[in-house]
């Protein structure tokens, strides 16, 4: 019997804690699993030994997790430095391993969290403690190496898509020029951005889409949208936060200082950035900026099923691993098939995942570099399937009472 | 048997197509109704004669009306000016009523559009012509007189709490101080905002809300969120865009001259500015600011079941009304009893609807105005149960085909 500890990190998605109900629900059931620990915070609830004992938890409250957007053990975004720069931090975590007596740990989250993975599972084997180490991947951003998506790419892209659908029939209904501005999530890789070519394809909008991946051309953006104005009234957009200039600065930023030097446009984001720049040139049209925000990676309502069930199977599978004695893996799928489609569960060697962002490829990106081809959407089209049902009280979403601090004896 | 004409005017909704089906699949059946017209785009669709005639649409289309968001016939921003002022209008109208055969006209809107159904419904027995003119209520804003709630409130509401619901979990996740501040619609009357108070109930979230009811107060503001922080780390804020001074300015447009004097900071909504202020109060505080735009109204996936199943029988109601001969007036609905929910349908003169402004009431705020009291969360609540099922397509909702320039024999 050995003692488990699971934390999560990085930014939340919807489905983050359908992987942690996947693996705490099995590792409860499971006779090679005694005590199972989640640290509240990441790294950081390790180094506090700040737990909660899942254990003492009701049943309940851990599927709820199942449907509760963000992370119910709370997040961080704390990045282990190497080993000779801060070794401190990591006689810390091998102590508390030793105190609890860990054997199994994992961590949810991106390429940062990967990282932690693959260094501690060195490091524990350097120091000579029986400790299994696992990565249960998560991100909206689709960056992570190997693996075909992640888990909670599908859920925010559903939203996305959903959300501009619904959208788009608002942008139509008034007799005038119209361009609408919609700004996605996604820094360094415009998945989320590219995404929303399902919704051009069932309803009519985007015309327009700009990835990170493409380096930003003001004119050649003007012009993409006449080419639109050219044969409808309306025009609607879906961009990248993370657009920049091929000298690297970002739109938003640049931006900015081409209004002021104050740093006031910092207010807002790319698009109502951009949107102020298209008021000067098509004065006669009423544009309009939507920032999807938190909204994007919080809409548990709106998940995709797929998605949730892939979140909660890789949690599942990575206890497997673990207690196959796989250290210093990943969780991980790998799809066979798009039409049907069809994928396989597998583990990964994490150091092939840590430190490497995943980009749009060549491929799936239109000649004309605004629009997704059609081996893009085959990609996109099964990620965001399905319906979810949300647990509820009088109507209103009934999330899990585990959030961070929660004790379950008080 | 008598031709039909209907319209819909002003800012869209996830339930305006609601009371559109109602009332065009009713009328279709009935043995009393020849001709059924659509006017694309309000007014301004009669003044054009540019109409879909919906007995050449096919049915399954008029039904997915039911269940997709924002006008499928158009909307406009027209307020009819007074007869005395603008006959030329007034005598077009006629003309195409004449000219159409037209004996029944419906006209779904908020109080603009009542008015033009009150100048109308007078203007037609002074002209001696055979025409009931009936008002269909629509608006996310809540705020029209007599009736107990809008259609399309309850949907809006609904959106509104769920997503807070989720935010919230999005915004505990960091073991940080956090301010989130999320802008809802409403100019003049706070109703939106005010329903957040039903997520304070459920998911813990807001702690405070600000209505355009009560003059806003910078430094009561910053006082009530020190109170929070007092508590917590986390300090969750609503606020209707309309929110203003004691003076009558905006908070978002004071707030703009007070940063620059170029209206630069029109780049941003009132929480966008808000935010930018509490930063310099709070610079060790992590600070969200997230409107909720054209999405709430949008937002047909997240619709209230009740909401749409009125907004329908609103339109069904209406039709029965003009049929019995009963003009100048409005479909309506009264509350009998929150708790069980009870509704009674009725028609009133539309003259006691139009051009009022009907605002959230002062037993609805509570004594610090910065929240609100339970006889409010009681009159929200029953508004926003219930899950609407969506038709779809390849997991992508699929709306109605009608919309404005629709040609069904295209």
């Known amino acids: 019997m050995k003692n488990l500890l699971v934390a999560q990190s990085g930014g939340p998605s919807s489905v983050i804690n359908s992987s942690l109900a996947g693996l705490v629900i099995d590792a409860l059931k499971s006779e090679k699993v005694d005590k199972v620990y989640g640290a509240f915070h990441g ?8 737990f909660l004992l899942f254990n003492d ?11 509760t957007p963000s992370s119910a053990l709370g997040s961080c975004r704390y990045k282990l430095k190497d080993y000779d720069v801060n070794k401190d931090e990591y006689d810390k975590i091998m102590e508390v391993f030793k105190k609890y007596d860990i054997g199994l740990f994992f961590y949810i ?30 991100t909206i951003d689709n960056d992570l190496n190997v693996i075909d998506h992640t888990p909670g790419f599908g859920s ?29 999530m996604g820094r360094n890789a415009g998945w989320l951005a590219a995404s929303a070519c399902v919704a051009t394809e069932y309803s009519g909008a985007p015309d327009l889409i700009y990835l990170p991946e493409i380096n930003f051309d003001m004119d050649k953006f003007k012009s993409d949208i006449d080419k639109v104005f050219a044969k409808s009234k309306k ?15 970002y739109v938003g930023e640049s931006e900015a ?46 998940a995709s099923l797929i998605d949730t069930e892939e979140a909660f199977d890789l949690g599942r599978k990575g206890l497997q ?25 597998t583990c990964v060697p994490v150091s092939e995942v840590a430190n490497f962002e995943k980009v749009v490829p060549p491929e799936y990106i239109n000649a004309e570099e605004n629009g997704i081809t059609r081996a893009g959407f085959e990609y996109f089209l099964p990620l965001i399937q399905g319906q979810v049902e949300v647990n509820k009280l009088d109507g209103m979403p009934r999330h899990t009472k585990i959030k961070p601090g929660y004790n379950p004896k008080a």
Not at 43 to 50: L, Y
Not at 273 to 297: G, N, V, Y
Request: with cysteine.
């Open 109 to 138: 989250g991106g390429n940062d969290s990967m990282d932690t993975v693959n260094k501690l599972s060195k490091l524990v084997v350097e120091k000579g403690l029986d400790v299994t180490v696992v990565g249960i991947p998560k």
């Open 321 to 345: 691993y673990a207690l196959d004695g796989k250290t210093g893996m990943m969780s991980c799928l790998i799809r066979k098939s798009s039409l049907p489609y069809e994928i396989e569960y």
């Open 257 to 302: 200082q081409a209004h002021d030097g104050f740093g006031h446009a910092k207010l807002g984001g790319t698009a109502t950035l951009l949107k102020a720049k298209l008021e000067e040139i098509h004065p006669d049209a009423k544009i309009q900026a939507i920032e999807l925000s938190i909204l994007q990676r919080s809409a548990q309502h709106c």
């Open 156 to 184: 925010c892209a559903k939203y996305i898509n959903w959300s501009i659908a619904e959208m788009y029939r608002d942008a139509i209904c008034y007799d005038k020029k119209q361009i609408t501005l919609v700004e996605v």
């Open 235 to 249: 025009c609607f957009i879906v961009i990248s936060e993370g657009i920049h200039y091929a000298d690297g600065k």
């Open 57 to 67: 938890v009701p049943m309940d409250e851990i599927r709820y997790m199942k449907t």
């Open 43 to 50: 790294v950081e609830g390790i180094f506090k030994e700040n």
